[in-house]
């Protein structure tokens, strides 16, 4: 049996939507022996226990548990901004800290959703495989540096011989020591930044994003500047095989972040994502009726407010008028 390393961050906040995401994850992958690293801060009894009743209800996995304080330190020296008011978001970047002689690690955010097989994706060849992210090409212009392709962090899948044999952690370290930019998205620009030229891309269904599965090609377009996201024709096929067949959901930008109800009921996952918290922990989520306009309005608006200026939010509220 074929083994992947799976790695999480997170704190008591991201618990519930971590827990949610590992069952789905062990759900699909049962052909997978599969090793769960979770780097933790704050969880009570109840949540190691039912932790370890669901790894125990898949005998192909195992958990291993590691304090956040052992990274925290790390992230404190080099004076890594936080993420949305935590430090432990940015653990994912001393990743190899922890492990020893695996030969492969994936990263998944605790907002993620595992809905196939990760067989196929031991394949990938790159010492660092990534999804292009949806950050507009102005944003990434940002960091002074040139970045061809901007990935998102929220999924990453390593090959450990090649991470070492190219010595990743000096790159990491390198831009760690000689900061010369502010971090809007700390872990993933401070990624993107040392491994621009380690990444490889991965097929889009490894990482879905939530504004991909119901907004209109052009307005996409107008919006993110999905030029840098869809170059080519074989660009625009791998997405909507994403979109058919997809194996990672990503809730971005409306990840559940405090399970506020209206954030739950406006997003695309969210009836997939109630099925799975049904079966880790018989909780019914009520939800309601939302209109494809408010689904938009709502998405649009908070995730743009993250990184583009008013200007463009109030260009937004235009173009969705228009499409009404």
Known sequence: MEELNVLYTTDRNYFKY???????????????????????????????????????????????????????????????????????????????????????????????????????????DGAVNMVKDLLPREKVNELGIPIKNYCNSGVFYINMDKWYRDDCDKLLVDTLSHKSTSYSYPDQDIINISLRDEIELLHPKYNLFSIDTYYKSMLAMKLYDRKNRMETREDEQKMAEAKKSPVILHATPLCFLKGHRVEEDVHPYNKIYCDYRLKVDGKVIETRKISMKEKMFIDTGLYTKLVVPSIVRTKVKKILKKEN
């Open 18 to 124: 971590m827990i949610t995401s590992l069952y789905s994850l062990l759900e699909n992958n049962m052909d997978l022996k599969l090793n769960i690293h979770i780097i933790y801060e704050g969880f009570t009894e109840e949540e190691f226990n039912l932790t370890n009743r669901i790894i125990a209800s898949f005998p192909n996995s195992r958990v291993i548990y590691h304090p956040f304080d052992k990274t925290r330190k790390e992230i404190e020296k080099y004076n890594i901004p936080n993420w949305r008011d935590t430090k432990i978001a940015n653990a994912r970047i001393f990743f190899s800290s922890i492990f020893k002689d695996e030969k492969n690690m994936l990263y998944l955010d605790s907002d993620t959703l595992v809905v196939g097989s990760l067989k196929e994706l031991l394949n990938a």
